[in-house]
Structures are given as structure tokens and as C-alpha cells.
């Protein structure tokens, strides 16, 4: 990848290589006169002993040269607000706080709440409140409840409502239908199935990249016991009973899928099943329609991440509400970290996971790394750390083992810079 044309102060900032014993940085700052710059070199030891060997001032042009070598040299670029006394302050701590996280964790009864642990605030409404209720508020919209049943699914009470979900939720109280589009690992089913987890609905799911065939998803003919029997498909079930129906990843749909799913569409859209003599299917109050996807519309510049996603229609598009769902924010992340992992995730171990993955997200966006870095990448590798107190080897399973080696390497780099090794 090229250097960007020079924006102002847009390649101010640090630039980070990992040699395996210790990590090496460029830092570029503004210098004294107009358009020059000051670049340090340093490097910083496996016990975290920073140094600086160079330290020089250049003009625009030479930085543009020097950006485009460190980037050969496999130097990758990191955005930093805080000050470099915080952020060493903040490295240094995390391996403490691990250490007393993880023996925490081992032996829960010399645990006396104090010490930054704290519980889990859940902030669900109880079930048995639930239960009585006639509608439960989620965010600012209040939503109408179903009644219980086996496919209502559990309530996760680490789940983060985010005011941006807010649209959605006033959607699916309209009966909108709803196309989440996002990485995966954003969030985009957890979304649905916590509304329906609090309101009571039952929700199903229907997943088009692998084997779901039009039979499974409208219905077929079966012979039992010498007679002929109709089986309804996962859409005239779901409108019946008056399930939510998930299409995930709907990009990678059949087009005989599609052209069933089209008339359902409609806010009162009923389904002709040709193949039973053209019986119709009228949706039931409470039935809902969801779709997920990787790689459509908005998401499109993508889809070489996604490979055999089709790319879908604009007039298909336009009969649901798109949403792009991105991943938390930084603290956002953090509260959610807290919350699934109770009472042993602390705050100055969420703050630095949480800045982890924003780095490392944003070198994907840059195309630095080609994978990206889901929530549930982050919690498993938080929960496997919590479990063995070293970074490093829970990012094996969690992390390194599902990613390319120069991802690893990358990833790693990132992670040395924001932990420094236990003393
Ligand atoms: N808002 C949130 N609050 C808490 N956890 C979340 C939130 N969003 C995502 N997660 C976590 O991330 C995991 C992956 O989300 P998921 O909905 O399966 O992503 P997607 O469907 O986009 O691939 C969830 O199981 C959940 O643990
Ligand atoms: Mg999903």
C-alpha cells in the first residue's frame, strides 16, 4: 500500500514494528518551523526500557519517502490520543492487573469485593417482571411482548443497548423489515435476539451461506407411511406462528429463496406456496423479518473479505430498512467487557483490551491487516486471559491461530505496545 497524498497532520503519530525481542518505534510530532516535522526512533526492550537513538527534522516531501519505507519495513501506524507518560503508565499497569485478576478468578472466596472488582449491574429487567408485563422499554421505545415459548432466546445480561440502536428497535416495533449489514462479530444477531430475549418473541434463523435449500426454507412433499404430507418450510412457520425470522447472511442466498422471500416483503405481505396448490400464508401480528449481511451496499468495498457473496439488487434493497451496524465504541466495548466477564474484569484491563482492538481495526481499515477484529474476538480472548493470566497464550486460540502469520505478527506488535511484559 502507497503512502496517502500528505494531509495536514494526518501522519502525525507513532509507528510501531515488533522484532520479537522488543518492539521499535518512529514517533513523527510537528517541528519548530511550517510543514517540517520531528521524527524519533527508539526502540523498547522485552523488560520495557524505552531508548531513543535518532531524533531528526524533515521536510514534507522526505516524510512522505520515510512513511513509505517504514511501511516496506513492516512498520504499521498507531493513532494515540493520550500523552506517552500515559500511555507507558497505562502499559505498565496491565500485567499487574492481570495477575490479580487471574488469581481472582482462581480462588473467588479471598475475594472481598474490594480492590476494582465489582459486580455485574445488570441492567435487564428481571423475568418474573417480565413476565407480567404487557411491554417491556428497551432503549427510548417500548416494545409490545410476546408470549413465552422454546424459541424465545436467553437473555444476556451483559447485552449493551447502544442509543444507535435505538431506529431499529422503533423499526421492529412497526414491523419494519430489517437488514443489519456490519463485520461479523459486530452484533448484528445478538441485536435482534436480545430485543426478542426481553420482549418474550421466539426467533429463528436461517443461515444462507451453506446448505439451506428452497425446500427447507418454504416447505416440501414427503412421503410417510404411504402417504404424502406437506412440511412447511422455516418462512410459513415463522409467519404462522408468529416467530422472528433471521435471514443471515441473505447475500449469499439462492435466487429461488429470494423471489419467495420478495412478496413477503410488504408490510401485510402474504407467501403463495405454488408448490401446495398456490395455498396462501397470511403473516400472524407478531411475525418479523430480519436479514443480515456482510457485504451489501454500503458494505460492498468489503466483499473480497466475503468470498461468494452476491452482490444484491438496489430495488431488493430498497423494500427493507439497511442499517450499517458498526462495531461499539471504545467505551462502549469496555462496559461490555466488564459486564460479560463480572467481577474480575476490571476497568484498566477493559480500557486497554478495548484499545487493542481499535488499533487493530484500524489497521484493518487502513489494509494493513486483512482480518477483521469482532467483540466476540475480544471477550474470548479476555475470558481465555482472565483463565491463564498471559496475554500472549490466550491469544493462540483466540486470536493467532484463526488469522494469517503476518496478521499474528501485526496483532502482536500491537499488543506489545499496549502491555508491557510482567516484571
Ligand atoms: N451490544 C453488545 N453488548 C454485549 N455484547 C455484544 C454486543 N454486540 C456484540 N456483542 C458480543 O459479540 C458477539 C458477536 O455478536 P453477533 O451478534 O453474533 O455478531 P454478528 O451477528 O454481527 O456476526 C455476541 O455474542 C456478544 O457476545
Ligand atoms: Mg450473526
Redesign the pocket.
Known amino acids: 500500500m502507497n503512502a496517502p497524498e500528505l494531509t495536514e497532520h494526518e501522519h502525525l503519530g507513532l509507528y510501531l514494528r515488533d522484532t520479537g525481542t522488543a518492539s521499535e518505534w518512529w514517533r513523527v510530532t510537528v517541528a519548530d518551523r511550517p510543514q517540517t516535522y520531528r521524527l524519533e526512533h527508539g526502540v523498547e526492550d522485552a523488560q520495557g526500557n524505552p531508548s531513543v537513538d535518532i531524533d531528526l527534522v524533515v521536510d514534507a516531501e522526505n516524510l512522505r519517502a520515510k512513511l513509505k519505507k517504514w511501511h516496506r519495513e513492516g512498520f504499521v501506524f498507531e493513532a494515540r490520543g493520550a500523552s506517552p507518560q500515559a500511555d507507558a503508565q497505562q502499559r505498565a499497569a496491565f500485567m499487574p492487573a492481570l495477575q490479580r485478576a487471574a488469581a481472582a478468578r482462581r480462588n473467588p472466596s479471598g475475594m472481598d469485593g474490594a480492590g476494582g472488582l465489582r459486580e455485574s449491574d445488570s441492567t435487564s429487567t428481571p423475568d418474573a417482571e417480565v413476565a407480567a408485563s404487557h411491554s417491556v422499554r428497551i432503549g427510548a421505545t417500548e416494545v409490545p411482548c410476546g408470549v413465552a415459548g422454546p424459541w424465545v432466546p436467553r437473555i444476556?445480561p451483559?447485552?449493551?443497548?447502544?442509543e444507535r440502536?435505538n431506529d431499529i428497535v422503533e423499526d421492529i416495533v412497526e414491523n419494519k423489515r430489517v437488514m443489519?449489514i456490519?463485520?461479523?462479530?459486530?452484533?448484528?444477531?445478538?441485536?435482534?435476539?436480545?430485543v426478542a430475549a426481553r420482549a418474550r418473541h421466539g426467533v429463528v434463523r436461517a443461515n444462507m451461506n451453506g446448505q439451506t435449500t428452497v425446500g427447507d426454507f418454504v416447505g416440501f412433499w414427503t412421503v410417510k407411511g404411504g402417504e404424502t404430507l406437506w412440511v412447511d418450510g422455516v418462512l410459513p412457520t415463522a409467519m404462522r406462528e408468529g416467530l422472528w425470522l433471521i435471514v443471515?447472511e441473505i447475500d449469499f442466498a439462492e435466487p429461488s429463496i429470494l423471489a419467495a422471500l420478495t412478496a413477503v416483503l410488504e408490510p401485510q405481505g402474504r407467501l403463495t406456496l405454488k408448490e401446495k396448490g398456490n395455498e396462501v400464508v397470511e403473516p400472524h401480528p407478531a411475525f418479523r423479518l430480519f436479514a443480515?449481511a456482510?457485504a451489501v451496499g454500503a458494505m460492498s468495498q468489503f466483499r473480497h473479505l466475503y468470498q461468494g457473496a452476491n452482490l444484491m439488487n438496489e430495488a431488493f434493497l430498497d423494500r427493507w430498512r439497511v442499517y450499517l451496524?458498526d462495531?461499539?465504541s471504545p467505551a462502549?466495548?469496555t462496559?461490555?467487557l466488564m459486564?460479560?466477564l463480572a467481577p474480575y474484569m476490571t476497568h484498566t484491563l477493559a480500557v486497554t483490551l478495548t484499545a487493542i482492538a481499535a488499533d487493530c481495526r484500524a489497521a484493518f481499515a487502513r489494509e494493513d491487516l486483512s482480518s477483521a477484529f469482532?467483540?466476540?474476538r475480544?471477550?474470548d480472548w479476555a475470558e481465555l486471559m482472565l483463565r491463564t493470566g498471559d496475554p500472549e497464550r490466550a491469544a493462540g486460540p483466540a486470536i493467532y491461530a484463526k488469522v494469517s502469520p503476518e496478521d499474528a505478527t501485526l496483532i502482536r506488535g500491537i499488543i506489545r505496545h499496549h502491555i508491557a511484559p510482567a516484571g
Request: hydrophobic residues 35%.
Open positions: 444476556n451483559a447485552y449493551l443497548f447502544s440502536f443489519l456490519g463485520h461479523t462479530g459486530a452484533g448484528k444477531t445478538s441485536l435482534i435476539e436480545q443471515d443480515t456482510n451496524l462495531y461499539l462502549e466495548e462496559d461490555v459486564r460479560t469482532s467483540t466476540r475480544l471477550l
